[in-house]
């Protein structure tokens, strides 16, 4: 019953999105050189680290699903008051500065006219096509939120979810399965520690010590990484192959039983995510149509708690 009141409470809150519409041309009049700006900041973050795209594109899907698109994962903890960049799922968040850098230059151009929440989204577009992948026009026009707390982080997919309550996180945010499908493959992107998928070569269940969905070899190379008594703090693996480049590899790597998360195998566990899966993994052009039409229906949830004003600085309530 408890569960049943959280899931509707949750689906009321994610469903009052559309009290700001947004727009492709928010700022044309406004701020016209925005876009430029943000693409700026994010190459020039990209020649020193690696691992930008990945860190960005994860930092606006962990703020979209909290209270919408609307920076609050930005903003700093203050004394006790813990905010959601400092919850447990958020800890390995990374390259806030990006933001923050891409901020001040975007205020020195238009002072006090755009927001954090499309500063991160936008940033989120270009970490994908600097990467490799596919671009697209990102609506415009959230507003930043002035709240953000640690605990909110627990209504974030897990990396253990199955298929059920991966579908019912999305549901809840107006995604769809397809979104899910399509979602997941940013993981093409990005880095994992043991935390994350020990559940599945250590311990699995009564009887069996690695999970049988993955493929042997695949298995014993993630153990070698992540030993039971595992003790190196930043210890774990890529996500896929290619790492630093939008393809669609996740996807034919999941086919092979060489999946990261738990979660990623969950797609493979129902006929309709598992064909979605096929498609995407034989065609990156399906791949990239399916990614763009679910980021942008990602990217512009709000909610009725979300976003008020617009920051000055990304960290702090003004």
């Known amino acids: ?70 920076a609050s994962v930005l903003l700093a903890s203050k004394g006790n008051q813990k905010a959601e960049r400092d919850g447990p799922p958020n800890i390995s968040l990374h390259a806030f500065y990006v933001i923050d850098n891409a901020k001040k230059a975007v205020e020195a151009l238009c002072p006090g006219v755009v927001s954090c929440a499309d500063i991160l989204a936008l940033a989120a577009r270009d970490a994908v096509a600097l990467s490799g992948g596919p671009t697209w026009q990102v609506p415009k026009g959230r507003k930043d939120g002035r709240t953000s707390t640690a605990n909110d982080t627990r209504q974030l997919p897990f990396p253990t979810f199955n298929i059920s309550q991966l579908q019912q996180s999305f549901s809840q945010r107006g995604l769809s399965l397809e979104d899910l499908v399509a979602l997941s493959g940013g993981h093409t992107l990005g ?29 014993a190379s993630l153990r070698s990484i992540c030993p039971a008594n595992n003790k190196v703090k930043n210890a774990g693996t890529t996500l896929d192959s290619t790492t630093t480049t939008f393809d669609n590899a996740y996807y034919k790597l999941l086919l092979q039983g060489k999946s990261i998360f738990s979660s990623d195998q969950a797609l493979l566990t129902t006929p309709k995510t598992k064909a979605l899966v096929s498609k995407f993994a034989s065609s990156q052009q399906k791949f990239d149509e399916a990614f763009v039409k679910s980021m942008i229906k990602m990217s512009s949830i709000t909610t009725s708690t979300g976003g008020q004003e617009i920051r000055l600085d990304c960290k702090v309530v003004r």
């Open 191 to 219: 880095f994992a520690h043991c935390s994350s998928f020990q559940n599945r070569i250590h311990n699995f269940n009564a009887s069996l010590d690695i999970d049988p969905s993955l493929q042997p070899s695949f298995a």
């Open 1 to 70: 019953m408890v569960t049943i009141l959280v899931a509707l409470a949750l689906l009321i809150l994610f469903s009052s999105s559309s009290v700001n519409a947004l727009s492709l041309n928010y700022y044309d009049k406004t701020c016209p050189r925005l876009e430029s700006t943000i693409t700026s900041a994010v190459k020039n973050a990209m020649i020193n680290d690696k691992t930008v795209p990945a860190a960005l594109l994860r930092m606006h899907f962990h703020d979209c699903f909290i209270r919408g698109c609307d």
